[in-house]
């Protein structure tokens, strides 16, 4: 999550700046690089596992990646699906960390072994971030179709004796919050440089699978007491993130100040932000320049304005988030 | 003084946006701010950066010296620059 903070001149006087209209350019590029996924994970916000059947070519990728050089975007993050099953991902990141760019990785960690641990830590990530969502194997497997606590822990054993900035994010379910003390704890004694968590998003399968992931109010709230315990207990020596807002919090915040963010998919659509069904452009069909330009528009089109207030009321509709919308931006 | 590894700037219209990536901050300054932030790349010390914007602004240099070292503090608490001279 992206926070602006305003911070003021020399001489104290409140700046421009902080609106997403005002500036060149996005802050941060959200690409998920592909749709095919080694997991089958019961809250998957992409509804990951297939990979898409018009996804980027090499050559769109390519194009892509220099109008992101060109713009002088200072941050991406890759994720997928499981980016590390695309071929192209350690070019793509070779390519972005040539130029400077600041590279985070969202992965299951499932296919990280020693070697691709050290590829990585040559490349200098800003952080590698692996998706640990449980502290046993019963909890983190019944979340995470096909998956394999050990495989992932290992995974982060082999980042952090590499020197990689790794991260565990944890997402809470109903069957799985009670682990949330232990999972800490283990990331602390593994080395792991930040752990990031925060409220369920009711968004693709987990919005299908509602009333079994959801936790309740009363969970939560020891959740959160847990959280600030723990980031008391490593203040100084591993960072605990957590944001205390839900997907709908998040939308009626976003709707008044939108993120200077965008959200690339597989296919090149660029979504509006992850829980809206609407595509703003196509880097098929537009350049970056012209992509940043309808998105500051598509926050202000009457459609995803309406949309956005009738999913505020009626959460139902975050169902709809990946059946994409095209919005027409003259 | 330098930046932090994972700090990177981009000037704008308004002046420059600052983004600590590594905690996921953005900050933005007006002009001034830029050419603070400018002469910081260049490798300039504090001195340095008080003097010629004193002569810039043809201001006061103990007025500039009070605001720069307040500016840059505040770089440096939020984990923008770091080498600064206690």
Same mark, same amino acid.
């Given at each position: 999550?992206?926070?602006?903070?305003?911070?003021y001149?020399?001489?104290?006087?409140?700046?421009?700046g902080?609106d997403?209209?005002?500036?060149?350019?996005?802050?941060?590029?959200?690409w998920?690089?592909?749709?095919?996924?080694?997991?089958?994970c019961?809250?998957?916000?992409?509804?990951?596992?297939?990979?898409?059947?018009?996804?980027?070519?090499?050559?769109?990728?390519? @194009?892509f990646?220099?109008?992101?050089?060109?713009?002088?975007?200072?941050? %991406?993050?890759?994720?997928?699906?499981?980016?590390?099953?695309?071929?192209?991902?350690?070019?793509?990141?070779?390519?972005?960390? !040539?130029?400077g760019?600041?590279?985070?990785?969202?992965?299951?960690?499932?296919?990280?072994?020693?070697?691709?641990?050290k590829q990585?830590?040559?490349?200098?990530?800003? !952080?590698?971030?692996?998706?640990?969502?449980?502290? @046993?194997?019963?909890?983190?497997?019944k979340?995470?179709?096909?998956?394999?606590?050990?495989k992932?822990?290992?995974?982060?054993?082999?980042?952090?004796?590499?020197?990689?900035?790794? $991260?565990?994010?944890?997402?809470?379910t109903?069957?799985?919050?009670?682990?949330?003390?232990?999972? =800490?704890?283990?990331?602390?004694?593994?080395? =792991?440089?930040?752990?990031? @968590?925060?409220?369920?998003?009711?968004?693709?399968?987990?919005?299908?699978?509602?009333? /079994?992931?959801?936790p !309740?109010?009363?969970?939560?709230?020891?959740?959160?007491?847990?959280?600030?315990?723990?980031?008391?207990?490593?203040?100084?020596?591993?960072? =605990?993130?957590?944001?205390?807002?839900?997907? /709908?919090?998040?939308?009626?915040?976003?709707?008044?100040?939108?993120?200077?963010?965008l959200? /690339?998919?597989?296919?090149?659509k660029?979504k509006?932000?992850?829980?809206?069904?609407? %595509?703003?452009?196509?880097?098929?069909?537009?350049s970056l320049?012209? =992509?940043?330009?309808?998105y500051?528009?598509?926050?202000?089109?009457?459609?995803?304005v309406t949309?956005?207030n009738? %999913?505020? @009321?009626?959460?139902?509709?975050?169902?709809?988030?990946?059946?994409?919308? $095209?919005?027409?931006?003259? | 003084?330098?930046f932090?590894k +994972?700090?990177?700037?981009?000037?704008?219209?308004?002046?420059?946006?600052?983004?600590?990536?590594?905690? &996921?901050?953005?900050f933005v300054? +007006?002009?001034?701010?830029? #050419?603070?932030?400018?002469?910081?790349e260049?490798?300039?010390?504090?001195?340095?950066?008080?003097a010629?914007? #004193?002569?810039?602004?043809?201001?006061?240099? &103990?007025?500039? #010296?009070?605001d720069?070292t307040?500016?840059?503090?505040?770089?440096?608490e939020?984990?923008?620059i770091?080498?600064? #001279?206690?």
């Amino acid at each position: 999550m992206i926070e602006n903070e305003l911070r003021y001149s020399p001489q104290n006087k409140p700046l421009a700046g902080y609106d997403f209209t005002s500036y060149n350019a996005p802050l941060f590029i959200a690409w998920q690089l592909n749709s095919a996924c080694n997991l089958d994970c019961l809250h998957c916000c992409e509804e990951a596992g297939e990979p898409l059947p018009n996804e980027l070519t090499k050559e769109e990728i390519d @194009t892509f990646c220099q109008e992101i050089v060109q713009l002088q975007i200072p941050y %991406v993050a890759i994720s997928g699906g499981e980016p590390l099953l695309h071929p192209d991902f350690f070019a793509i990141c070779e390519f972005f960390r !040539s130029h400077g760019i600041s590279l985070k990785a969202e992965t299951n960690g499932h296919l990280i072994d020693r070697q691709v641990a050290k590829q990585m830590a040559k490349l200098g990530f800003r !952080s590698i971030q692996i998706s640990v969502d449980g502290a @046993t194997a019963q909890t983190f497997e019944k979340m995470r179709g096909h998956g394999n606590l050990q495989k992932t822990l290992q995974a982060c054993q082999y980042l952090t004796e590499a020197g990689v900035n790794t $991260e565990i994010v944890f997402v809470p379910t109903k069957f799985n919050i009670h682990e949330t003390s232990r999972l =800490i704890d283990m990331a602390y004694q593994m080395g =792991i440089y930040g752990f990031y @968590t925060g409220k369920i998003m009711q968004v693709g399968r987990a919005a299908q699978n509602w009333e /079994i992931l959801c936790p !309740s109010p009363q969970d939560y709230q020891k959740f959160f007491v847990t959280l600030e315990e723990k980031a008391a207990l490593y203040d100084g020596q591993m960072k =605990i993130y957590y944001y205390p807002y839900d997907v /709908i919090e998040e939308l009626k915040y976003r709707l008044e100040s939108p993120a200077a963010s965008l959200l /690339i998919i597989p296919n090149g659509k660029a979504k509006l932000i992850g829980p809206l069904p609407f %595509v703003c452009g196509d880097l098929r069909q537009h350049s970056l320049a012209e =992509i940043w330009s309808r998105y500051q528009k598509a926050w202000r089109h009457p459609e995803v304005v309406t949309f956005t207030n009738n %999913v505020i @009321t009626n959460n139902d509709l975050l169902k709809e988030a990946n059946h994409w919308r $095209e919005l027409s931006l003259a | 003084m330098e930046f932090e590894k +994972n700090v990177k700037i981009r000037r704008e219209k308004f002046g420059t946006v600052i983004f600590q990536t590594l905690c &996921e901050k953005v900050f933005v300054t +007006n002009q001034t701010g830029s #050419a603070i932030l400018q002469m910081i790349e260049e490798e300039k010390d504090l001195d340095n950066i008080v003097a010629e914007l #004193a002569q810039n602004f043809e201001s006061d240099f &103990e007025i500039v #010296a009070k605001d720069v070292t307040e500016f840059i503090m505040e770089l440096k608490e939020n984990q923008i620059i770091r080498g600064v #001279a206690e």
